[in-house]
């Protein structure tokens, strides 16, 4: 797969905090990629200098195979196949869901005469055609994060940028703007997404960038990223005699039978026995510290 | 608890610059100005200060030596700054002095609040304690309604002052012509008077209606004036409004609706203009501005749209509310110049303020702070600019700095419209005759709108 976004050596200094410190990134053509990192880690000035909004200092950047500059201005042609979903929701809320995505498409540059079809799709995308004539103030919280998302893709992008697109909604909203972004890359699109949901980035992204301190510090598929960190050792938890034993092992296949039998030989009787699996969350525990970042 | 609450208080006060500057500065820099205008009135209206005497012009039809000592009595009011011909320009080295007609038209283009005419003729009744005195014809801008008693009170006091030996001869004379015993006329002419000394009985117009019974010369004089002419002092100040031969109608002409209708609208229109551009800091505070910009929109374009809008806006807002003017106080808003007039100022007028406006929000880091710097500028500019005051209340320093404000220009422009028309003018000249004031808020609107994009770069790429 190519690259449809190359960002090489990125670096942006506000004032006496630098925000990037030589940052690497990709993003294959149809991925589905999970920018990670800590608050203040840099991730969010990385998307707004692809997005046009942050001037960098050093570094290179490509999108669909052409240099872009850190301002909007420059770049106006490929930065069209751009969609930039923003974290905050930047809806007019006096504005009902269909003049909310008709204003949006029109300045998207969207023709007249296709305005109507993509603003009709992205009701029945976003399963809001019911509601579309209601002003967005009276959305609840996931209404209006679906309907943030379809503002920013009415042009049909190749490449999106979504700013953590679930931050602040009930577990069935979230799982429907998955299940919306699903069908966004099965129809060709690559998707850079940041989140702090770990369990979910885990579960959709099929590879992460972990970013700290304005430099890439891991990047691979979640596999990848496990034995890079954690390796193959893995927590056992064990119930001997009605009580729980955890014991760590560097090999699950090898370690493992070894193990029950030493237990057994004791002569108390073994109950459940449970492999933990690594979590995204330890990896990004295990590279980014446990320090508290604020 | 109380005392924490205040002390929490203090420290968001303290460590917020434009709302210390809000609390503690505007009060001061407003006091400033209003006693600059009300002391500086008092200065110009009572004869106080030098420098901010009324301008007004003397026209010396008589041209005799008392003429000439009464006029240089009046020149030597302190309230008072005595013009007798034009200012001297390149164009003009050598101006004429100012004639009856052309004094009363300076005065009706609001180049002067009042012309004083001395007749001819002024010198043979100077004086003259038995017959009203001497006429002196006062040509006024009834916009300025308090300069014209002001002047007449002055030219009393000048009249006592020019020629004290004048008086005492004339006074002297008529004592020895009506000294003595009185006769059985003069009797009869002082019975006739008492009962109107007394209040007694109306006076009849000295000019229109004659006397009832046919009576001694000075006497009749008197008994035929009307109340305010029977006691003038010396001098009859005879009041003449700038407009009043172009009144065919004999009404009252254009009267002050215009000039409250400019000023309150413009004043206001820039309270709406300030608030409604707070929806551009909305815009950024919603982050609705950020997605915008990630659009194919520019800040270039994104400001030109809101300037339109915001523009179209305060045209509807000058609109109805000089509608409302010619509607409920019959203000002349339906004559051809007047509305050609009115619809080129009121495009630039709302053009200029839409754009003060947005370089205000721009200028602004919230919306607290665009309502606290929008209302102190306003009010600054209006009441310096004339909406809040009249500015012929004001000294000539303060008219001048007039000038530099947005109101001053704007209230300007809708003076010369509505007040400072010739009825005679045609179309062309009455529109060129406010050439100024659309260039000077043509610009305005430009170089707000420059600055509004130069300041908008901070929500461009950073």
Sequence with gaps: MSDVLAIHGARKVFGSTTALDGAELSLKRGEWLGLLGPNGAGKTTLVKSIAGRVRLDAGTMTLLGEPISGTARGDSDVRERLGVVPQDLALYPALTARENLEAFAALHGIDRSTRRDRVNWALDWTGLADRAREPVKRFSGGMKRRLNIACSILHEP????????????????????????????????????????????????????????????????????????????????????????????????????????????????????????????????????????? | ?????????????????????????????????????????????????????????????????????????????????????????????????????????????????????????????????????????????????????????LLQAAAFMA????????????????????????????????????????????????????????????????????FQGLVVVNAIRARAVEDEDGGEGPDMTAYYAAGISVMFLLFSMAGVAG?????????????????????????????????????????????????????????????????????????????????????????AQLGGISTVVILIMSALGGSMVPRFVMPEFMDTTAKFTFNGWALDGYLKVFWYDDPGQSLASSLASIIPEITVLAAATVVFLGLARLMARRWEAI
């Design chain 2, 279 to 367: 929806t551009l800091l909305e815009e950024e505070e919603r982050g609705t501005l950020e997605r915008l910009l990630t659009t194919k929109l520019g800040m270039g374009t994104f400001l030109a749209g809101q300037w339109l809008f915001f523009a179209l806006i305060g045209v509807l807002q000058i609109i109805l509310m000089f509608v409302w003017g010619a509607v409920m106080f019959d203000l002349d808003l339906w004559s051809p110049n007047h509305l050609a007039g009115f619809a080129a100022m009121t495009l630039v007028t709302g053009g200029a303020a839409a754009s003060f406006g947005i370089m205000l929000a721009t200028v602004c880091r919230s919306r």
């Design chain 1, 158 to 294: 190749e490449v999106i940028l979504l700013d953590e697109p679930t931050v602040g909604v009930d577990p069935q909203s979230r799982q429907r703007i998955w299940e919306m972004l699903r069908l966004l890359q099965e129809g060709g699109a690559s998707l850079l997404l940041t989140t702090h949901q770990l369990d979910e980035a885990q579960q959709v992204c099929e590879r992460i960038v972990i970013i700290d301190h304005g430099r890439s510090i891991a990047d691979g598929p979640f596999q990848e990223l496990v034995e890079q960190t954690i390796g193959t050792s893995r927590r056992i938890q064990v119930e001997v005699d009605g009580e729980t034993v955890f014991e760590q092992i560097d090999d699950v296949a090898a370690e493992l039978p070894a193990l029950l039998d030493r237990l057994r030989a004791d002569g108390k009787p073994i109950g459940d026995i449970h492999v933990e699996s690594p979590t995204l969350q330890a990896v990004f525990i295990h590279l980014t510290g446990r320090e508290l970042r604020e």
């Design chain 2, 1 to 153: 608890m109380i005392g924490t609450i205040c002390h929490v208080s203090w420290l968001n006060l303290k460590r917020d610059y434009v709302a210390l500057c809000l609390t503690f500065v505007l009060p001061i820099v407003f006091f400033s100005i209003f006693a600059s205008i009300f002391g500086g009135m008092g200065a110009a209206v009572g004869g106080g200060g030098g420098s901010s005497a009324m301008g007004i012009i003397v026209v010396d039809e008589d041209q005799t030596e008392i003429s000439r000592r009464f006029v240089e009595a009046v020149n030597s009011q302190e309230a008072l700054d005595v013009a007798e011909a034009p200012r001297r320009t390149d164009e003009n080295p050598h101006p004429e002095p100012f004639t009856r007609e052309s004094a009363r038209q300076h005065v009706r283009q609001g180049g002067a609040p009042i012309a004083v005419i001395i007749p001819a003729g002024f010198s043979e009744t100077f004086g003259n304690f038995v017959n009203s005195g001497a006429d002196v014809d006062l040509v006024y801008d009834a916009a300025n309604p308090i300069a014209q008693p002001t002047v007449a009170g």
């Design chain 2, 163 to 230: 020629a004290p030996d004048i008086l005492m001869e004339n006074g002297l004379e008529q004592f020895d012509a009506a000294g003595g015993m009185l006769t059985d006329d003069q009797r009869a002419i002082m019975q006739q008077l008492k009962p109107f000394l007394r209040g007694e009985q109306p006076w009849s117009g000295k000019n229109d209606e004659p006397a009832d019974e046919p009576v001694g010369g000075a006497a009749t004089d008197v008994a035929g004036a009307s109340p305010p002419e029977a």
